[in-house]
C-alpha cells in the first residue's frame, strides 16, 4: 500500500507540472516578477569625463498584466576603477605621488560608486516570444541616479582625506532622470530557465550636493547630464496565481 500510495503521489505531481507548463506554454497570465541583474555600462556625456566604463547589479521587482503590460520598480548599484577626473592632483608632488604624514608614499585609490532607482512602465510583445508569456519588449521610466569618488586610505595616514574631509573631494552628485530598456524576455514552459537580456539606458540631469571642492578652492555649480548605457542580464523567479493556487519557478 505504501508503495501505491508514492506512486500515486508522483503520478499527481507529475500530472500538476504538466497543467502549470501546458497553462504557462498556451495562457498568458498575470505573472510577478522577481528579479536580480548584472550589467556591464559605458557613461557618456559629463559622467564619461569623470569616469570610464563600469559594472552594475541589482534587483527588480516586475507586474506583468494579462494584456502583456509591464509595471517595474528597479535598483541598482553601479562600481568601477576607472576614475578619470584627478580629484587629489593638489596632493601629488613634481613625481606624482602622493606622501602621507610621515612622508612616506601613500596607498590612496579611487573608485566610482553609484546607485540608482527607477520605475518603468512598458509592453511585450510575446508574438516574438516562445509562449504567451514571453517575447521582446519595450519599457520606458523615470528616477534617480546619484554617483560619487570614492577615496580609499589604505593605511589611514593622510589627514587631507580623514573623516569628513574626504567629502570636499569626493564629487558626490545626484539628481532626477529617465531610463529604456530594449529586450527579450523569456519564461520557461518548465522551471528550467527563465531570465531576459537587453540594452539599457539612463539619462540623468544631475547636480553638485558638496558645493565646494578642496582641491579647486572653487564653488560645484555646474549642471551635470549624465548618461549610463549598457547590457543586462537578468535571472527571473515568476509567481503567478491560478484559481486559489501559487505556483513559484
Same mark, same amino acid.
Given at each position: ?9 508522483? /503520478?499527481?505531481? +507529475?500530472?500538476?507540472?504538466? !497543467?502549470?507548463?501546458?497553462?504557462? #506554454? ?5 505573472? /510577478? ?5 548584472? +550589467?556591464?555600462? /559605458? ?18 521587482? !516586475?507586474?506583468? !498584466? #494579462? ?59 510575446? %508574438? ?12 520606458? =521610466? ?7 569618488? %570614492? ?15 574626504? #567629502? =570636499?573631494?569626493?564629487? /558626490? +552628485? ?32 544631475? %547636480? ?25 542580464? =537578468? ?15
Amino acid at each position: 500500500m505504501r508503495h501505491k500510495f508514492y506512486i500515486i503521489l508522483c /503520478l499527481c505531481f +507529475s500530472l500538476q507540472l504538466q !497543467t502549470v507548463a501546458q497553462s504557462v #506554454k498556451d495562457s498568458c497570465f498575470r505573472i /510577478l516578477m522577481v528579479g536580480m541583474h548584472a +550589467s556591464g555600462q /559605458l557613461p557618456k556625456y559629463d559622467l564619461e569625463k569623470r569616469f570610464g566604463p563600469n559594472l552594475s547589479a541589482g534587483l527588480n521587482f !516586475t507586474w506583468k !498584466t #494579462k494584456h502583456n503590460l509591464l509595471f517595474s520598480v528597479e535598483g541598482s548599484y553601479f562600481f568601477g576603477r576607472n576614475v578619470k577626473e584627478d580629484v587629489v592632483a593638489n596632493m601629488r608632488n613634481s613625481d606624482g605621488h602622493i606622501t602621507d604624514n610621515e612622508g612616506y608614499p601613500a596607498d590612496l585609490r579611487l573608485t566610482e560608486r553609484g546607485w540608482n532607482i527607477y520605475g518603468n512602465v512598458g509592453y511585450m510583445i510575446s %508574438k516574438l516570444g516562445n509562449n504567451p508569456n514571453s517575447g521582446v519588449f519595450i519599457t520606458v =521610466g523615470a528616477g534617480w541616479t546619484q554617483h560619487k569618488i %570614492k577615496l580609499y586610505d589604505a593605511n589611514q595616514k593622510i589627514a587631507a582625506v580623514n573623516g569628513d574631509l574626504k #567629502k =570636499g573631494y569626493d564629487r /558626490l +552628485s545626484g539628481g532626477f532622470g529617465i531610463s529604456q530598456f530594449i529586450g527579450y524576455k523569456y519564461i520557461s514552459n518548465n522551471r528550467l530557465a527563465n531570465c531576459y537580456f537587453g540594452f539599457e539606458f539612463y539619462e540623468a540631469h544631475t %547636480k553638485s550636493f558638496r558645493g565646494f571642492n578642496y582641491d579647486t578652492g572653487l564653488t560645484d555649480t555646474q549642471q551635470r547630464f549624465d548618461v549610463l548605457m549598457g547590457f543586462r542580464f =537578468g535571472w527571473i523567479l515568476p509567481l503567478y496565481k491560478r484559481t486559489k493556487d501559487f505556483y513559484y519557478y
